[in-house]
């Protein structure tokens, strides 16, 4: 089995106010999630962030969940946990595109989200992806998520002079047609 390709890996952001993390996490792999949420939590850690984890069944419910939580709670942003590993039917590819797709567009409306729901072809990748020691992709998700919050922080702190203001009453005669 070849080794995994070396990439860059962006340093942490650091945060001047207190940041709260979601961890939704399936445990259908129970020794695969628990690796996962550990490399989540240390990277969380890092940044001082507080967390919280959300179990549900199955990766279909890991977005609904978010979405439930990103609705009606303060979490600035979710890291998704999970992992799925390809059986002998086609159920393999409507949980990863489903689960994938969900977190996509909740992430479109402004959720802050890192996916680290594993896709893999059998439980040696997984194991090897989830472990903390090894490709941490719990902690990549955490950080992707802590990446995402950082540039909300820093673009939708202000909206003053950017886009159009509304005009005041006085200023309408120009728009009245006679």
Excluded: W
Excluded at 50 to 57: G, L
Excluded at 83 to 106: A, F, K, P
């Amino acid at each position: 089995m070849a080794t995994a390709e070396q990439h860059h890996i962006m340093d942490t952001p650091a945060f001047d106010k207190p940041v709260k993390l979601a961890i939704v996490v399936s445990p259908y792999y129970k020794d695969i999630a628990a690796n996962l949420i550990a490399g989540a939590k240390a990277e969380a850690e890092k940044a001082g962030a507080t967390v919280e984890v959300i179990n549900v069944p199955g990766a279909l419910e890991i977005p609904p969940a978010i979405r439930i939580a990103f609705r009606q709670s303060n979490f600035d942003g979710f890291v998704a946990l999970g992992c799925i590993i390809r059986g002998e039917t086609t159920h393999y590819d409507t949980v990863c595109n489903d689960s994938s797709h969900g977190l996509m567009l909740l992430g479109l409306q402004g959720a802050n989200i890192g996916n680290g729901i594993l896709t893999v072809e059998n439980r040696k990748q997984a194991e090897v992806r989830a472990d903390p020691k090894d490709q941490n992709k719990g902690g990549g998700a955490a950080a992707a998520a802590l990446h995402l919050i950082a540039l909300q922080r820093k673009y939708g702190a202000s909206n003053s002079g950017v886009g159009f203001l509304p005009r005041s009453n006085d200023d309408d005669e120009s728009f009245q047609i006679a």
